[in-house]
């Protein structure tokens, strides 16, 4: 059982940073795969990032790729979303997932075992 909370997100003008964190509990972390999802205004959610259990790899949408990186701290049991260069089309709830095993290319919401509450990102032109 992995239970997730979400914080840093807020209001931010277009070209600018935030970066959103994940606090974990569980004695799961360290061997779980974690994901940032968001999801638009009146959209489905979709995939953000991932990163694998050990940080070594990770994996990203073609939207974000460039702007955002995902980072974890296992000693803090806590996952990290930098995001850069913002733009309106940002703007949504954010997500943090977890899932069991070593793979981080599991892009639908239905692979992802676990979830957090979300956090709100909106990016004013």
């Known amino acids: 059982q992995v239970q997730l909370v979400e914080t840093g997100g807020g209001l931010v003008q277009a070209g600018g940073s935030l970066r959103l964190s994940c606090a974990a509990s569980g004695r799961t972390f360290s061997s779980s795969a974690m994901g940032w999802f968001r999801q638009p205004p009146e959209k489905e959610r979709e995939f953000v990032a991932s990163?694998?259990?050990?940080?070594?790899?990770?994996y990203y949408a073609d939207s974000v790729k460039g702007r955002f990186t995902i980072s974890r701290d296992n000693a803090k049991n806590t996952v990290y979303l930098q995001m850069s260069s913002l733009k309106p089309e940002d703007t949504a709830v954010y997500y943090c997932?977890?899932?069991?095993?070593?793979?981080?290319?599991?892009?639908?919401?239905?692979?992802?075992?676990?979830w957090g509450q979300g956090t709100q990102v909106t990016v004013s032109s």
């Open positions: 990163i694998s259990s050990s940080g070594g790899s990770t």
């Open positions: 997932a977890a899932r069991s095993g070593r793979s981080i290319y599991y892009t639908k919401v239905q692979e992802w075992n676990y």
